[in-house]
């Protein structure tokens, strides 16, 4: 994960307690500290002073108490920080672009109150040699973690203001609503605007719903996130991406040679990342629209893709990626489950908790076009290993992995069987 470390030259046991005292008396201080930086902002940046808003305020208090909480209690544990530590800064940069402050002002900021955290540290190290050389080992540390946040706040920022700035956020609603209702604008701004997105009446498109994963208490998330998103386009259009209600709705269209299947993996991607950064998603992606006319029956795809999305941590649920066979084992309902042979259970179950290896050589043995050969090449074994296995799996079971009937019965087992292994996880 990306992130900085706290890297220091061997130290004596007098600097390294006098370290440890410097940042224990500054956590002491946070709160007084953190005021006094917004106070000094309020002060030395223009568009700061020229601000009259105390909630604008409080939340760049909010800000400034959270970095200093972070920086120093990492310096004092020794520990990295990682984007994850920093994820409220996202959305800080959301609310700093979409209130039209400029990035210089905004990045002006972090250099105010480092220059306050410093000024401070230099105080707590007082006048002995061994506490000035406490505070010079500290100094590196901090420059690095004003640059890695500052930078990942800028990155934030012009995302977010590039998004907002090309396209107003009525007209990004006004035309997903026509196209989720199968139709394209007849006239007017939004014409205009589904050229831009690279979006026709016979355009190749896909849609993607997006939800939060878990809970967050970053409102400014989904902005943030539609963002991101956004940019996800495999060409020179950029990708329509609107906030509704509780979910983000993607439309990215498909240009000639643009492989839906690749466009599910740089959305899958996009979601890794925006996980490192604090911002989990669950994604669902539907299948190929020919067409405005299909979006429809595509958003509804989505949303059933979403759906199997059960990790707590986010995830990509992308339908162009699945046979037809893994999604009716996804999608089956609890009679589906009760209709599987006890015997069969019994044996996944029993299998499962001793390696998987006898399922593992179903799975191979389908893959392998019912060729036992080539199966047992692809499993690393001798063929007789993988025919005593065949064996075990008969006589465990009942069935012949080599009867097609059988083996399709081992299959949808095996897929019922992962699907409630992983949302019981």
Sequence with gaps: MPGIAVVREPESDGVRNARVRILGELLDQVDDLATAAVDAMREEIPSYTAKDDERFFDDVLDQVTRHYQTKLSAFLEGRTVTLADIGFVRGAATRRARAGFALEDYLNAFRVGQQVLWDATVACAGDRPVGREAALRLAGPQMRYVDFASTHAAHAYVEFAQHVVADADRERRDLLEHLLAGQMPANGPLVGAAQRYGLG????????????????????????????????????????????????????????????????????????????????????????????????????????????????????????????????????DDTAQRLVDPRLQSFLEE??????????????????????RLAAERLQVHPNTAQYRMGRIEERTGLNPRRVADLLDLLVAIALEDRATSIGH
């Excluded at 990708?239 to 599910?264: F, K």
């Excluded at 006319?293 to 059933?304: D, N």
């Excluded at 998987?356 to 893959?367: Q, W, Y």
Aim: hydrophobic share 50%; proline share 6%.
């Design 201 to 332: 009446p016979d355009t190749r498109m896909m849609v993607a719903v997006a939800v939060l994963a878990g809970r967050s208490g970053d409102a400014d998330a989904p902005d943030a996130a539609s963002a991101a998103l956004a940019r996800a386009g495999l060409h020179e259009a950029s990708t329509l991406v609107v906030v509704r209600q509780s979910e983000i709705v993607a439309v990215p269209s498909l240009g000639p040679g643009i492989d839906p299947v690749d466009m599910c993996h740089r959305l899958e991607r996009l979601q890794k990342r925006l996980r490192t950064e604090g911002m989990p998603l669950a994604v669902g992606i539907s299948t190929v629209a020919a067409g405005v006319a299909e979006l429809p029956r595509a958003y509804l795809e989505a949303r059933a893709a979403l759906e199997c999305v059960v990790d707590p941590d986010g995830g990509v649920a992308a339908l162009p990626r699945l046979s037809a066979f893994e999604y009716l084992a996804r999608h089956a």
């Design 351 to 372: 299998d499962r908790a001793r390696g998987g290896v006898l399922t593992a050589t179903i799975r191979v043995f389908a893959e392998s076009d019912l060729n036992l």
